[in-house]
């Protein structure tokens, strides 16, 4: 595998079902990214981390709860969601996340779908 | 509030023949501006950057021109190709220490061959 990885790549789940997303980046950086892709909507940032440790939370309510245990996966774990959560979830990762010019690349998302 | 605005959905042109993504912005602390190309059922993969100091980055076939004082920047595209159809997503951020970008909502670029 290359670049970053993303499973899986389709979830259809109802409001009371708890399930999680998986990113995993081979590129040996050092920071990843969750975004959500809405209908219609420009990317949002969710979360950063950077050395496994969360630098960014960029007003997510809580029942969306990110993981990095180590530089190389990022999970977002889910439980409880509303039918509007219902997204394109994408991770990216990038050189060290700390810094503006850092590019960042993304894997190819999981398409969420709350019922 | 949109501060990166990609005001065309859509944009359609023949094979051979340039294509124009344009981008404007409204936050004047912005000075680091990307592309990002997306095919479907794809991540968004990085174009072509350029630094608030310049005005225009070339790569290729691909050019980004840079206009402060109206906020506003243009992806040129010389010569199309089919290949190049895709959603190309504008994006920006404040450089330095500032990793978040804000992005455009996109433009579907369609190229006919």
């Known amino acids: 595998e290359t670049g970053v990885t993303q499973t899986p790549r389709h979830l259809v789940m109802g409001m009371t079902n708890k399930k999680s997303l998986k990113c995993e980046q081979h590129l040996g950086h050092n920071a990843m990214y969750w975004y959500k892709q809405s209908a219609k909507k420009p990317l949002e940032l969710m979360f950063v981390?950077?050395?496994?440790?969360?630098?960014e939370n960029n007003s997510v309510p809580s029942r969306f709860s990110p993981e990095c245990p180590n530089s190389s996966h990022l999970f977002l774990h889910l439980h409880t969601l509303q039918p509007e959560d219902s997204a394109l979830y994408l991770c990216?990762?990038?050189?060290?996340?700390?810094?503006?010019?850092?590019?960042?690349?993304f894997g190819p998302g999981t398409r969420l779908t709350v019922l | 509030d949109q501060q990166v605005k990609q005001n065309s959905p859509s944009l359609s042109v023949q094979e051979g023949r340039i294509s124009i993504l344009n981008c404007d912005y409204t936050n004047s602390m912005f000075d680091y501006f990307l592309w990002y190309k997306k095919y479907p059922a794809e991540g968004p993969t990085f174009l072509i950057s350029i630094s608030s100091i310049k005005d225009k980055n070339e790569d290729g076939r691909f050019t980004v021109f840079l206009n402060k004082s109206a906020k506003h920047l243009s992806l040129h595209i010389v010569p199309s190709q089919p290949g190049d159809s895709a959603v190309y997503f504008c994006a920006a951020n404040s450089g330095g220490s500032n990793y978040k970008l804000t992005f455009g909502k996109g433009t579907l670029l369609t190229v006919n061959p």
């Open positions: 990216a990762s990038s050189q060290t996340g700390l810094v503006g010019t850092d590019t960042q690349y």
């Open positions: 981390y950077s050395l496994e440790e969360r630098v």
